[in-house]
Every structure is written in C-alpha cells, then in structure tokens.
C-alpha cells in the first residue's frame, strides 16, 4: 500500500499562487507514476497533471497548460504542483494520485491510490 498526504491549499486571490506538496510512503517512490487531480463541488474528478515514474515526461490537462508545473523529488518522496496564475474555475479540492507499472490517467482510476485532498479556494 502507498500512503499520500497533501498540504499546501488555502485561499488566494485571481492571479495568486499556491505549492501543494504530496508525500508518500510505504512503497519505493521511484516505482510510481504520480499526478494531481481535482474535484469542484457537482462535478467529476478531473485530471491537473502528471509525472511519469523515474522523473520522466509531464502531462497536464488544456485548461492549466501553462500556468502549473509538476515536479517530483525521489529522494524526497514527494511530488509538487506548483499553481500560478490561478483562476477562480481553479476551485477545487486537488487529490494527489500514485499508480504503479502504468500512468495515473490509465482508466480505472479507481486502480490509484488517492490521498485525502487539499482545498484551493481562488476569489476576489
């Protein structure tokens, strides 16, 4: 079992910033595709962004292309998203996901281990 805890979501203004940090334990890190997802109040779970395992290539959905990096430190078990330029459509809870031998976006996504999530506020 892998275990992911996020931090670092609160409330900012259109334009602000945020860094949300997941750290996980229990597996070796370096075995795990990581991502962000998030989920807005009356809506589905929807894919932020992903790293493949071992540091490798990003992906990120259209509407944050741009605007937000994901980045993994190994050693460190830990996977960032760092938000910039938030929007107000940016509110949501955001999940931290791991998957093993495939891509965190590979359906089921059931199949991933989720942490409890992080509130991300952005208003005026």
């Known amino acids: 079992q892998v275990q992911l805890v996020e931090s670092g979501g609160g409330s900012v203004q259109p334009g602000g910033s945020l860094r949300l940090s997941c750290v996980a334990s229990?597996?070796?890190?370096?075995?795990?595709?990581m991502g962000w997802f998030r989920q807005a109040p009356g809506k589905e779970r929807e894919f932020v962004a992903a790293?493949?395992?071992?540091?490798?290539?990003?992906s990120y959905a259209d509407s944050v292309k741009g605007r937000f990096t994901i980045s993994r430190d190994n050693a460190k078990n830990t996977v960032w998203l760092q938000m910039n330029s938030l929007e107000p459509e940016d509110t949501a809870v955001y999940y931290c996901?791991?998957?093993?031998?495939?891509?965190?976006?590979?359906?089921?996504?059931?199949?991933?281990?989720w942490g409890l999530g992080t509130q991300v506020t952005v208003s005026s």
């Open positions: 229990g597996r070796t890190f370096s075995d795990y595709a």
């Open positions: 790293a493949r395992r071992g540091g490798g290539s990003t």
């Open positions: 996901a791991a998957r093993a031998i495939v891509d965190v976006t590979v359906a089921p996504l059931e199949d991933n281990y």
